[in-house]
């Protein structure tokens, strides 16, 4: 299956009748492996920054996760493997595999809920396949 896939049938899949909005699959350098055409360009330091944040839990919290150049509160989330993050409707889950961080950006009416069980299902699965 082709990183593209990933992206387009199960990162953007139907969860109680909502969609991410936008969803990336990228390499823990900020390499894009396979993103939704919408997903925000973004700078290769704040995918730094993320990366900073799972070696040091925490580091995020009182400047917020910065991607594509929007702000986002970081909220409770799981140190070293899950960042999560609020902004207006919408918010962000970040999530690293071993090799790589999946992305899923929300807004109304997908709940923060529903965006961590999609982002999070399919990396769970790709963990257990080593990646």
Not at 37 to 44: H, I, L, Y
Not at 62 to 68: A, D, K, N, R, S
Request: charged share 20%.
């Amino acid at each position: 299956m082709s990183w593209q896939s990933y992206v387009d049938d199960h990162l953007m899949c139907e969860i109680d009748g909502n969609h991410l909005t936008s969803a990336a699959i990228l390499g823990h350098d900020g390499v894009v492996w396979a993103q939704t055409p919408n997903f925000p360009q973004f700078k290769a330091e704040e995918i730094a920054a993320i990366m900073e944040d799972f070696e040091e839990p925490g580091k995020l919290a009182p400047t917020g996760l910065h991607l594509g150049g929007a702000k986002y509160m970081v909220i409770q989330g799981e140190p070293g493997a899950v960042i999560r993050g609020k902004k207006g409707s919408g918010g962000i889950t970040v999530k690293k595999t071993n090799q790589a961080l999946l992305v899923g950006i929300y807004d109304e009416p997908m709940t923060p809920g529903q965006c961590n069980v999609v982002v999070e299902r399919i990396a769970d699965y790709l963990i257990e396949q080593g990646m």
